[in-house]
């Protein structure tokens, strides 16, 4: 256990969500996401009052519509903060729907040597029940903590649990305990402001880096992600195809196949899927089915998305791609 003694400065960076959300009619499935400043979300947290924060409006959206230019002002503002030596941390409050994906561009394409925490709410900021004000101070704990012990990298927090920036997914549409590791372990609880990590829990380290030429990047390569089921077949993956030509700047380079169970696909969406390899599409192979991924087996001729959700394997790949693009 360790107490949250405040150290350097935490910058609590907006980007919109539920957590900043309100409803007109008082209830609470009938609300807008994104409508309070995080200036304000900060200042309705009691627990964080007289403490060194600075807040950042970064964006103000529904996750549900985020993208490449949200994400890239994201990096751009994370990236000069954290260079700040007065900075211990960053903070984003972000919506729950894409949370997963923003947790991978970030572990993807920053070095961090300061953690960066995610947070979102499952209740709007107007409800009688919000839990945003105390995923936002947890989040804020939880930042102190891991900085106070040199932890860096990219975590989640929410409902009293800190899931590694890599394992963490939306796994319940509308309970408030709406995430989970995906079989992985969260790296710490927090109760009362206090965090307890878990032992042996493993703090992916930082991987990326922000290139300058990745922000002059207008868009990310096009991955597409389609679900294997029962009737499918290749018509969609034809039409996308068929949709871009080779010289479209946007055209296909990625899919991202949900597949049934431990990366299983119809057999007959297969004979388009070899199309679109033949075309220079890369196909990955993820997996609908929430907990286990797909995993790598040595005769495997299509490569597989491991414990990556499709949507974090589509973000993955088309990062993957977008560096490869820039040599
Ligand atoms: N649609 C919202 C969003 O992701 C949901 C949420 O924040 O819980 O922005």
Redesign the pocket.
Known sequence: MHDMAASGVVVVMGT????A?LSSTGLDQDYK??QLGVAELVTAVPALAGQPIEAQQVAQL???DMGWAVWRALMQAVSDTLARPEVDAVVITH????LEETAWLLHLLLSPTKPVVLT???RPASSAEADGPRNLADAVSVARWAAAQVLAGVVAVLHGQVWSGTDVRKVHSWHIDAFDGGGALPLAQVADGQVVATPDALWVPPRGQWLPAMGALDQLPRVEIITSHADADGALVDAMLAAWTASDARRLRGLVVACTGHGTWHRDLEPALLRARRAGVVVWRGSRVARGGVESRPDDTWPVAGRLTPAQARVVLAITLALRDLG
Not at 16 to 19: D, H
Request: hydrophobic fraction near 35%; aromatic fraction near 0%; charged fraction near 20%.
């Open positions: 919109g969500g539920t957590i959300g996401a994104a529904d996750s549900k919506g729950s729907d894409t979102a709410a499952m």
